[in-house]
């Protein structure tokens, strides 16, 4: 179950989706608000303004159409609509809308990508790249450069997303 639905007209409303046989709460980043610092819930998330830090969510995230995340995000599902500067690692699914941009790479066992999505980065499915403990386990995940502005470096991303060694496309 989403954190949103379609209904006729294309326009999303939001519904909160099912965490331990319960519903899962919804947090919202309002259009106009900005979060400096890391933010974590235990249900769900959805960023319609800015947050400038890590993101974990135990339920999923939902980045709207013009919402921006300068951080990582760890979380079970993502849905990414908005603009993303960072890792992604999710333990289930990771949907890339259209319109939606991440600038970072991405460790997930599954994606969908609408046409109009667009990755800037690496992107791995093999696996279980991360685990539900190492999502939300009591230690902050490192955060790798490729998650901040500036040079990239194309040959080593983290091994703890699961990939040791990636060459560049010649």
Known sequence: MGVFR???GGVNHARASIVGGQEAKLSIVAAGARIVGGLETDGDLRVEGKV???VRAHGQVLVA???TVEGDILTHHAIIGGDVSG???ADELVELRSG???RGDIAT???AVEEGGALNG???TAGSPVSAERLFGSEPP???PASRRGVRDHTEVPSEIGIDRIRPAS
């Open 100 to 102: 939606g941009v991440v």
């Open 142 to 144: 490192p955060t790798h």
């Open 52 to 54: 400038d830090g890590n």
């Open 87 to 89: 890792q992604i690692l």
């Open 109 to 111: 066992p599954r994606i």
């Open 65 to 67: 159409p013009g919402g």
């Open 122 to 124: 690496y992107l791995r």
């Open 6 to 8: 379609r209904v006729k």
